[in-house]
């Protein structure tokens, strides 16, 4: 399956790391879990077309060194977890994690136990340390559904499957399309999934990455707009089941030492790049950005004040900063469909792949 770039029908103002994906800011991984099981009718156990994904901002333990982060909600139709604590205390403490819908507890549960058995004083305190209070732990789980193609009420995904997505987490190329919490999803019509890309700002910019995660599950197939040209009034998916509003789950990751507030401004040029993409965040989608900073850790409860004099003010090179999302976001969306193959799901229902051929010739019809 082709990425965009592959099609030589979409080209960026700025740069990409070598991956062209999340994994180019330095340390972060990525990892999938994917449940592809049983075919024909619902039974209450499947058909399974479903996964999880996990985003590490760094390999060592994150509830001892956790990464400075921001949430964004651009429309709240959805059941995300750890969000108020991230806007309480502006940090992340355990993998990034992606699934479906009605999975998040099952999902946030395993990554509260994982969190445990790496830092067994949570929940008992910090007696044998000499250390005040009694530590919680707070996982960050985001959701969009994939009920059209898997059983969603079974819930399949929990301690077994985060433990082998976190051991398939690698910090090179990312799989994209079908696989994790991409395999059951839709897009514009057609199939959806996983997408990534980066952007590495110039020297001006200092050089800084930013690279973007998608959980593309959004759209009607009319609204489709690829580099901007509106393919969704041209190709169209074959007649099926009505479309569903959908969601999108938008992960952002960059090496700059930015702090709360700017990560913030961050999350919210997201919304420039899903808009782009042809998406008017329909009333009934959940869209969320979490974003993270790689360049500043935070240590669990220090004993003194903690002062990091780690800093970038962002104001000169904001533009290049949000254009960098911006476009990241864009073309993880991209990603996304035309890493996406067709699959038959519970019920046989369908979610064709994005024809590239076709793309790249109504895309030839505007001299694209």
């Given at each position: 399956?082709?990425r965009i770039?592959?099609?030589?029908i979409y ?16 340390g972060?991984a990525?990892g ?11 039974t ?6 479903t996964?999880?994904?996990v985003?590490?901002p ?9 990464v ?6 651009i429309?709240?139709f ?30 946030a549960d395993a990554?509260?136990t994982?969190a ?11 007696a044998?340390?000499?250390r005040?209070g009694?530590a919680s ?9 994939d ?18 997505a976190?051991?398939d ?9 079908v696989?994790g919490?991409?395999t ?9 999934g996983i997408?990534t890309?980066?952007?590495?700002l110039?020297?001006?910019?200092h050089g800084?990455t930013?690279?973007a995660l998608?959980q ?12 901007g040209v509106?393919?969704?009034?041209h ?5 099926g089941?009505?479309?569903e509003?959908g969601?999108i789950m938008?992960?952002?990751a960059t090496?700059?030492?930015?702090d709360?507030r700017q990560?913030?401004?961050l999350?919210h040029?997201?919304?420039f790049g ?6 008017t965040?329909h009333?009934g989608s ?6 993270f ?5 935070v240590?669990?409860?220090?004993e003194e004040?903690?002062v990091d004099s ?7 090179i ?12 864009e ?7 035309l890493m ?8 046989g ?6 024809p590239?051929?076709e793309?790249?010739?109504v ?5 694209r």
């Amino acid at each position: 399956m082709p990425r965009i770039r592959d099609l030589n029908i979409y080209q960026s103002q700025l740069s990409t790391g070598p991956h062209n994906g999340i994994t180019d800011v330095a340390g972060v991984a990525v990892g999938h879990f994917t449940l592809i099981e049983g075919d024909g009718p619902w039974t209450g156990g499947g058909p399974f077309r479903t996964g999880v994904t996990v985003i590490l901002p760094h390999q060592g333990n994150l509830y001892e060194e956790k990464v400075v982060a921001a949430v964004h909600t651009i429309n709240g139709f959805g059941k995300v977890t750890g969000f108020e604590q991230v806007r309480e205390l502006g940090n992340i403490e355990t993998p990034i994690a992606l699934t479906s819908t009605l999975n998040v507890p099952r999902v946030a549960d395993a990554l509260m136990t994982i969190a445990i058995e790496q830092n067994p004083h949570i929940g008992l305190g910090f007696a044998a340390s000499g250390r005040q209070g009694y530590a919680s732990v707070n996982p960050v789980v985001g959701e969009t559904s994939d009920g059209f193609l898997s059983d969603m009420q079974a819930r399949p995904i929990g301690l077994a499957e985060v433990r082998a997505a976190l051991a398939d987490a690698s910090t090179g190329p990312v799989a994209e399309g079908v696989v994790g919490a991409g395999t059951g999803t839709s897009c514009y019509g057609w199939k959806g999934g996983i997408g990534t890309a980066s952007r590495v700002l110039p020297e001006q910019g200092h050089g800084y990455t930013i690279g973007a995660l998608v959980q593309s599950n959004f759209g009607r197939p009319d609204e489709l707009t690829i580099a901007g040209v509106p393919v969704g009034l041209h190709l169209q998916p074959p007649p099926g089941k009505r479309v569903e509003d959908g969601s999108i789950m938008i992960i952002l990751a960059t090496d700059a030492p930015l702090d709360v507030r700017q990560l913030g401004r961050l999350c919210h040029r997201a919304a420039f790049g899903l808009a782009r993409t042809g998406s008017t965040c329909h009333g009934g989608s959940g869209d969320f950005v979490i974003a993270f900073s790689t360049a500043n850790r935070v240590p669990d409860r220090p004993e003194e004040l903690v002062v990091d004099s780690t800093a970038v003010y962002e104001q000169p090179i904001m533009s290049l900063f949000s254009l960098a999302v911006i476009e990241a976001v864009e073309e993880a969306i991209y990603n996304s469909l035309l890493m996406a193959h067709t699959v038959v799901g519970r019920d046989g229902n369908t979610r064709y792949g994005l024809p590239a051929e076709e793309v790249v010739k109504v895309m030839r019809d505007y001299n694209r």
